[in-house]
């Protein structure tokens, strides 16, 4: 059973408009949402996390916005640009250091 | 420095043969993992060493295994490479255990097995 799910699996945007990437999770013990940038040929870096007992960080163009009771949360790109191109992978742990990952979002932000 | 390092960054083996992949860093980190990524799945969990204690993920317990023979380093084993272990591996280490550390990760190993 696949523990965290992200859609949609590929986005297209122009640049200058604003990405939406969707996740869920099933297991209402996760605490701790960390969502991951990854550029072609390299490894996932952390980009932007968030605890379950907010419902919205902001780190410049970057917003989750989570949804505890649903179990859903989001990563919203502000004013996209050609460098966000990249895939996104949402991420879900709790104190164990086990970390499941979904299966990404492609995102190509177009000129 | 910040960088996990990863070699080789590809690898060819034949089925039926043993793999051997080196993971390396140098943030003194407690904790050291490995994951398989194959194309558009999840990066999954195969095991993780908090300091010198291993922990396998159940369902991949007797398909791989690791060594960790000083803090800086970590290996995973393969001990007869079959076609489906095809794929990307990721190495990544953390500070510590049990809390929302940040996950940095190496360029991975992108193993094809013929």
């Known amino acids: 059973q696949q523990q965290v799910r992200q859609s949609p699996q590929s986005l297209t945007v122009w640049e200058g408009e604003t990405a939406i990437l969707n996740c869920s999770y099933e297991?209402?013990?996760?605490?701790?949402f960390p969502w991951y940038q990854q550029f072609p040929g390299e490894g996932p870096a952390l980009l932007i996390s968030?605890?379950?007992?907010?419902d919205k960080k902001e780190d410049g163009r970057f917003t989750i916005f989570f949804n505890k009771r649903e179990k859903k949360l989001s990563l919203h790109i502000a004013d996209s640009q050609p460098g966000d191109s990249a895939t996104y992978f949402c991420?879900?742990?709790?104190?164990?250091?086990?970390?499941?990952f979904g299966d990404g979002t492609q995102l190509v932000v177009k000129p | 420095d910040t960088t996990v390092k990863q070699n080789p960054r590809y690898k060819l083996a034949r089925v039926g043969k043993p793999v051997n992949l080196i993971c390396s860093q140098t943030?003194?980190?407690?904790?050291m993992y490995w994951y398989q990524k194959k194309p558009n799945q999840a990066p999954k969990l195969l095991l993780f060493?908090?300091?010198?204690?291993?922990?396998r993920e159940a369902d991949t317990f007797e398909k791989f295994q690791s060594s960790r023979p000083n803090n800086s380093f970590c290996s995973l084993y393969i001990g007869s490479a079959g076609l489906e272990y095809s794929a990307m591996y990721l190495c990544?280490?953390?500070?510590?255990?049990?809390?929302?550390?940040?996950?940095?990760f190496g360029h991975g190993t992108k193993l094809s097995v013929l």
């Open positions: 297991n209402s013990a996760f605490d701790y």
């Open positions: 060493y908090y300091d010198k204690i291993l922990n």
């Open positions: 968030i605890l379950s007992v907010s």
């Open positions: 990544a280490s953390s500070r510590a255990q049990g809390t929302n550390e940040r996950l940095f």
């Open positions: 991420a879900a742990s709790w104190s164990n250091n086990r970390i499941f």
């Open positions: 943030m003194n980190h407690d904790t």
